[in-house]
């Protein structure tokens, strides 16, 4: 039996200043870069329903999370984390004034997976 240890995931959410999903601009969805040590290793764009990406079951380690919009400012918005834990689960949110578009703030949070 072989047994899995050092696995979290990383949930990244795309909001509007009201705190609603931002799905997409002018039909574009965002995309999301996952990067260890400088090499790329996961990109998905944002489901555009909940305007949302989960990117499951990665080890401990550092990581950096890049937002891409070629219609928003600035273009990439990156955020660089630490999975130190099993079993957790970072939040990230990006939040973009939507009239402007322009970022406004990143916010962090670490749960326990269920």
């Known amino acids: 039996m072989v047994r899995l240890t050092g696995m979290a995931d990383i949930y990244i959410t795309i909001r509007n200043q009201d ?8 039909g574009v969805a ?5 990067r260890q040590n400088g090499n790329a290793i996961a990109q998905e764009d944002v489901e555009l329903i909940h ?22 400012e ?16 970072i939040l990230l949110i990006f939040f973009y004034l939507e009239p ?14 269920l």
Do not use: C, M, W
């Not at 990406?53 to 891409?68: E, I, M, R």
């Open 19 to 26: 705190n609603h999903a931002l799905t997409s601009i002018d």
């Open 30 to 34: 965002f995309a999301i870069l996952i």
């Open 51 to 72: 305007a949302d990406a989960n990117f499951d079951s990665l080890p401990l380690g550092q990581y950096s999370v890049t937002v891409k919009h070629h219609q928003v």
């Open 74 to 89: 600035p273009p990439e918005a990156t955020y660089d984390l630490t999975i130190e834990h099993e079993d957790e689960v």
């Open 100 to 113: 402007e578009r322009v970022l406004l703030r990143i916010q962090a949070d670490v749960e326990k997976r």
